[in-house]
T-cell receptor, first 111, second 115 residues
């Protein structure tokens, strides 16, 4: 089992719809999580950080964390073509220095 | 804050040649990471420095790869006797010790093509 699992996609949604991106992790010691966005040919950039069970909202983005189910998700409301990118999930390291990234989910927002 | 800088941005080399990449982290960041990323995959951890000390290194990294951070500022990643499988984007990232979220700040990457 991979440490961090994401569906590679592509996930295609129409403009204005809600995009739902999911991530599962194997280390029960993981307490907080990052969501990075990576445009094609560019480097990852942080868009959300969540450390508590439940929801965290920032503009059109909502991160959801369920530690009991070892599941973290990212919802993008009112999706725009500019949201088309790969979204990477990574737990904050626990007991190690290295950040482990999932394979990322490629999102395509169709105009 | 000038961001994480990597050089060169692109490198094309022939199989068997050595290549070196440089990373300049954000000035107050004492922690530095190297990652490798291939198409359709997430960044894969290579190595980690805290100041000048290399504290963690991936077991996947062959002896052909070496990284240094001699004065705790910039870092270099050298690949000796390159192979076609080394073709990838090499990403450098840095973070500040004690930062609240622990977020990594990535450079724009150095893309390596081995012919």
């Amino acid at each position: 089992q991979k440490e961090v699992e994401q569906n590679s996609g592509p996930l295609s949604v129409p403009e204005g719809a809600i995009a739902s991106l999911n991530c599962t992790y194997s280390d029960r010691g993981s307490q907080s999580f990052f969501w990075y966005r990576q445009y094609s040919g560019k480097s990852p950039e942080l868009i959300m950080f969540i450390y508590s069970n439940g929801d965290k909202e920032d503009g059109r983005f909502t991160a959801q964390l369920n530690k009991a189910s070892q599941y973290v998700s990212l919802l993008i409301r009112d999706s725009q073509p500019s949201d088309s990118a790969t979204y990477l999930c990574a737990p904050r390291p626990s007991g190690t220095y290295k950040y482990i990234f999932g394979t990322g989910t490629r999102l395509k927002v169709l105009a | 804050d000038t961001g994480v800088s990597q050089d060169p941005r692109h490198k094309i080399t022939k199989r068997g040649q050595n290549v070196t990449f440089r990373c300049d982290p954000i000035s107050e960041h004492n922690r530095l990471y190297w990652y490798r990323q291939t198409l359709g995959q997430g960044p894969e951890f290579l190595t980690y420095f805290q100041n000048e000390a290399q504290l963690e290194k991936s077991r996947l990294l062959s002896d052909r790869f070496s990284a240094e951070r001699p004065k705790g500022s910039f870092s270099t990643l050298e690949i000796q006797r390159t192979e076609q499988g080394d073709s990838a984007m090499y990403l450098c990232a840095s973070k500040r010790q004690g930062a609240n979220t622990g977020e990594l700040f990535f450079g724009e990457g150095s893309r390596l093509t081995v012919l």
